[in-house]
């Protein structure tokens, strides 16, 4: 039986554990480029026991990020910070992934320090959005949309192929597509924003078109022995919108199409959503477990799974492979070693350089573990699914 430690195996790559850092926008690129900020942020993180680590979504192009401020791989020159980040983590014992993506008609944003307000196509750090219908998303992102011409689908496809190129080069092991959270490919998938009339809207068929020529595209170019990836947009919650049984359907197109793992998220095409599931323990886990046994196909899932003892027993109940976590990887830097020993792991410092390990070994008492830092060991009951 596996738990949260045991190793995983996808195509040639083997992740020290079942712990996945997801991507996090972090505003803090120039022109594109990743910097010393981001070999500090996922470099200590690899340091601290994740198992497979990704940047904040990488866009594809220029305006495919969420402000100017975004990591992107549509340039040459972008390859070398993305190499350093993708170094250390692999010196440190992780795996280095990527999440290429673009924003669609949730960009041209300022940051969320700013105010997160859409920004003007005329703003001087604004542009026009783009989607598959001129439809905006509604609420902050007011701006009109471009709708894409067949020919312009056809240019980001195309991206999406040189952006995996840049991948493989950069050192990059795992790669996964965006196709979640409002951003193109999952307003593509939903008729909340997709009323194309061409063959890339109406039927479920042409919705998931988008989502299987960019796979294709990004497969001619990414090593067959490499793990091709997405986390799609599974449910928008709202009556109009994607409803999960077609997820399940798109996800076994797309496996079809060479798929090795689903990322199972949640679609946020609209603010409307009925029984909105954010304050629910693990509420993704159900779906993702759904698609893995009826498509026999690796997951993932994240949103609040940052409690040890249910994120172990959503991996020892085989529901899914593969635990996601965004805010508890950026609150806790060292969130496996703290878990780890929450759940009675026999050598919590055995994810730490050696070094490490050989100091904090020595200190395997509680009040020696309290006196370098380490939280103390909650008598409590932990909360379960």
Request: charged content about 25%; hydrophobic content about 40%.
């Amino acid at each position: 039986m596996p738990d949260l430690f045991s190793p995983f195996r996808l195509k040639d790559v083997t992740l020290r554990n079942r712990i996945v850092m997801s991507p996090m926008t972090m505003h803090h690129s120039v022109d594109g480029c990743m910097s010393d900020f981001h070999v500090m942020l996922y470099g200590s993180r690899a340091v601290g026991g994740f198992g497979l680590l990704f940047p904040e979504q990488i866009a594809i192009t220029p305006d495919g990020r969420t402000s100017v401020h975004c990591a992107g791989i549509w340039d040459d020159k972008q390859i070398e910070g993305l190499s350093r980040v993708c170094r250390l983590v692999k010196e440190m014992g992780g795996i280095p992934a990527i999440q290429l993506g673009h924003t669609g008609r949730k960009g041209s944003e300022n940051r969320p320090s700013e105010g997160r307000l859409q920004l003007s196509p005329d703003h001087a750090e604004g542009w026009q959005v783009r989607g598959p219908s001129p439809i905006p998303y509604g609420g902050r992102h007011s701006f009109p949309v471009h709708e894409l011409t067949v020919a312009e689908i056809h240019e980001l496809h195309g991206a999406y192929a040189d952006a995996a190129r840049r991948a493989v080069e950069a050192g990059f092991e795992w790669l996964e597509l965006h196709f979640a959270h409002g951003y193109l490919g999952a307003s593509f998938f939903s008729p909340i924003a997709n009323q194309r009339t061409d063959q890339y809207g109406g039927s479920l068929e042409n919705r998931v078109r988008f989502h299987v020529e960019a796979l294709d595209a990004v497969r001619a170019t990414w090593p067959e022995r490499l793990p091709l990836t997405a986390r799609l947009g599974s449910d928008d919650f709202n009556e109009a919108g994607v409803q999960f049984d077609d997820a399940i359907w798109a996800i076994g197109r797309m496996k079809q199409h060479g798929l090795d793992f689903a990322d199972i998220s949640l679609g946020l095409n609209t603010d409307d959503m009925k029984d909105r599931p954010f304050d629910r323990i693990g509420f993704m886990v159900e779906r993702a477990a759904r698609v893995r046994q009826e498509l026999d196909i690796a997951t993932g899932v994240s949103w609040n799974l940052g409690i040890p003892s249910v994120a172990d027993e959503v991996i020892r109940k085989e529901l899914v492979d593969l635990v996601f976590l965004g805010r508890p990887a950026l609150s806790n830097p060292h969130w496996p070693i703290w878990a780890a020993r929450e759940l009675g792991h026999d050598d919590p410092f055995s994810m730490v350089p050696k070094d490490w390990t050989w100091w904090l070994r020595q200190h395997r008492s509680q009040a020696a573990a309290d006196s370098i830092g380490l939280p103390p060991l909650p008598n409590r009951q932990n909360p379960r699914i």
